[in-house]
């Protein structure tokens, strides 16, 4: 957990963490505020780009398994970093 400015707790998900697929690393965060329930999802790639989803997700589970749902449908390098396109 990290604390910012007294006002809220940044709470970490269990389930955050790397996937390493086709050679590819990437970094699951799956985070909330004390003062949410519902959980945020960003990956970030090997050359340090950020995908976040828009849409919160109820439990760090349901967010973890998209994340696993799009790596088996379209591979780790759907997220690497590309300024052009929108992902979500």
Request: net charge negative; proline share 1%.
């Amino acid at each position: 957990m990290t604390k910012f400015d007294d006002e809220f707790t940044l709470i970490e998900s269990k389930l955050s963490g790397f996937i390493t697929e086709d050679g590819m690393n990437i970094e699951v965060w799956i985070y909330r505020s004390d003062a949410e329930r519902t959980w945020l999802l960003e990956v970030v790639d090997e050359e340090g780009g950020s995908t976040v989803w828009g849409e919160r997700f109820e439990t760090d589970q349901a967010a973890l398994d998209e994340v696993k749902q799009i790596i088996e449908k379209d591979g780790t390098a759907i997220f690497l970093s590309d300024p052009d396109e929108t992902k979500h």
